[in-house]
């Protein structure tokens, strides 16, 4: 099947072929669009086209959500241990397909195999952990005021859950959102990114096979031109109880408001800016090693990415050679299938042009560009690319004589670019790290136990990490302040997010 659907050749064999589809899944049928209609989706390695998938309008999504609310009914009456077995399954037959998940990811996204696998572990960490949670959503007795009663609690799904992924980690994040809700007794209709869809497929094509029930998992796929028809009817359909979205602040605000006119819970994981402070006492190569596995990680295309590094004076240039030195030795570079790569493309010309506006922007505003290996690039057309590696490919960048009147302070970067600003006081680069709309994720290296504690607190995020660069993990609740959205991913706070708690007064 794999053959007849991709419209180029890949150096990789398929275990499974009938996971590579281009179909939408409604109600425990594969389907096209009612229409026919059909979209491209493009390799970022080479731009070109791999494969054309059914383009699901209004009407396809209205359809996805009847199945749901039709599921529904009977899904909320399995029992805990019933799901659990249905969870554990999911899970084993995806650690089972993970060199095939893997090559659809790196197919589709770019990402070097090696990195795509570690994408798959991690998606399946989620499955692993809300499995072994459902038995633990546990309510609650009451002392009640009047002698007479007893008040009692219990946790209920919510019904359908509309949960809208982003591209940059397709398999995890339709397990974070999809994982939880079902495990918590909802049914899903999931629409992933324009530009990943294949993942999702696939995976709902494993919870298929792990005996998932029709309607329960429904997967949407459409173009980024009938994207908002589809959000339209998720966010008004009455069926549809919560709704989750991993994505821009902008499209986040948009569908909050929308969703508020229903009075539809809702979930939102947007933007981020994350500050990264290396203070004076801070052990340098640790804090080179935090800020190339947060800044550079999939090529500087996630959510948490360090965008704004802040460092001591007294020790910049120390710690500038020591994050160079060791960024020279780190990535490997080359075809993204070969399994000794780590570091792949951006996903798309538009995140490349981002990046190029940034830095001719730092250009004019005093920075001074140094590659991967720690040379002096000057010029605004200094950071041409090597084309062998392809059209969107972009090598880590550091920005030294970075200052806050660059663009990077106000807009996330979302590449492997790497700006350094200093800062001589605890209060100056607080008052700097907290001067953004965003609050996702922040860091900061010290080794002193009272700042550790201070600055956490002082932090405006939903996340930070000490003395850490990775700070994403299955039982940790995910997710931000201010701008960067509402609600929890991972952990128990992820169920609890798709549960409603019901008291029950009973007169004895």
């Not at 590579?20 to 209609?37: E, M, Y």
């Not at 090696?114 to 499995?131: A, M, P, Q, R």
């Not at 932090?459 to 201010?482: D, H, T, Y």
Request: proline fraction near 4%.
């Amino acid at each position: 099947m794999a053959d007849s659907i991709l419209l180029k050749k890949i150096p990789y064999t398929f275990n499974d072929p009938s996971l590579l589809d281009t179909r939408s899944f409604i109600g425990g049928k594969w389907i096209d669009a009612a229409n026919g209609d059909k979209f491209s989706v493009l390799d970022p390695s080479d731009n070109e086209k791999i494969c054309e998938v059914a383009d699901l309008g209004r009407e396809d999504t209205k359809q996805a959500i009847e199945a749901a609310q039709t599921a529904f009914k009977t899904y909320r009456k399995t029992t805990a241990r019933e799901r659990r077995w249905l969870m554990r399954r999911w899970a084993d037959l995806i650690r089972e397909a993970k060199d095939d998940l893997a090559a659809i990811c790196t197919l589709e996204l770019g990402k070097p195999f090696t990195e795509s696998l570690v994408t798959v572990k991690y998606g399946t960490d989620f499955i692993d952990w809300f499995e072994t949670a459902i038995e633990r959503q546990y309510g609650e007795t009451i002392p009640a005021a009047r002698g007479e009663n007893r008040i009692f609690t219990i946790r209920q799904p919510q019904g359908v859950v509309a949960a809208i992924t982003p591209w940059n980690s397709p398999i995890a994040m339709v397990t974070r959102k999809v994982g939880a809700a079902i495990a918590a007794g909802n049914t899903v209709v999931c629409k992933p990114a324009p530009e990943t869809p294949l993942c999702a497929i696939a995976v709902a094509k494993l919870f298929e096979k792990a005996g998932g029930p029709p309607g329960v998992l429904n997967i949407v796929t459409s173009s980024i031109e009938k994207s908002k028809l589809v959000g339209e009817e998720m966010t008004q359909n009455p069926f549809v109880k919560h709704l989750s979205f991993t994505g821009s602040t902008a499209v986040g605000r948009y569908l909050h408001a929308e969703c508020a006119k229903t009075f539809k819970k809702t979930s939102l994981e947007l933007g981020g800016n994350a500050p990264f402070i290396v203070f004076e006492d801070a052990k340098l190569d640790k804090a080179a090693e935090g800020l190339i596995t947060s800044k550079f990680r999939s090529s500087g295309q996630t959510c948490v990415c360090a965008n704004r590094i802040f460092v001591h004076r007294s020790i910049m240039d120390k710690f500038s050679s020591v994050l160079q030195e060791k960024l020279s030795k780190t990535f490997h570079y080359g075809s993204v299938w070969d399994r000794k790569v780590n570091f792949g493309p951006l996903y798309s010309a538009k995140a490349f042009e981002k990046i190029h506006a940034q830095i001719d922007d730092a250009l004019q505003k005093g920075g001074k560009i140094h590659d991967d290996k720690g040379n002096l690039v000057n010029g605004v057309n200094g950071h041409a690319e090597e084309p062998d590696l392809g059209p969107n490919f972009f090598k880590p960048k550091i920005i030294t004589g970075a200052n806050k009147d660059m663009l990077f302070m106000k807009q996330e970067t979302f590449g492997p670019l790497a700006f350094l600003v200093p800062f001589d006081s605890d209060a100056e680069v607080v008052e700097m790290a907290n001067s953004t709309n965003a609050g996702l994720a922040s860091y900061f290296f010290t080794e002193d136990i009272s700042r550790v504690w201070k600055i956490s607190e002082e932090l405006e995020s939903g996340m930070v990490g000490v003395r850490v660069g990775l700070i994403s993990a299955c039982e940790q609740p995910f997710g931000g302040i201010k701008d960067s959205g509402v609600g929890r991913e991972g952990g128990r706070d992820a169920l609890n997010e798709y549960t409603e708690i019901k008291s029950i007064t009973v007169g004895i």
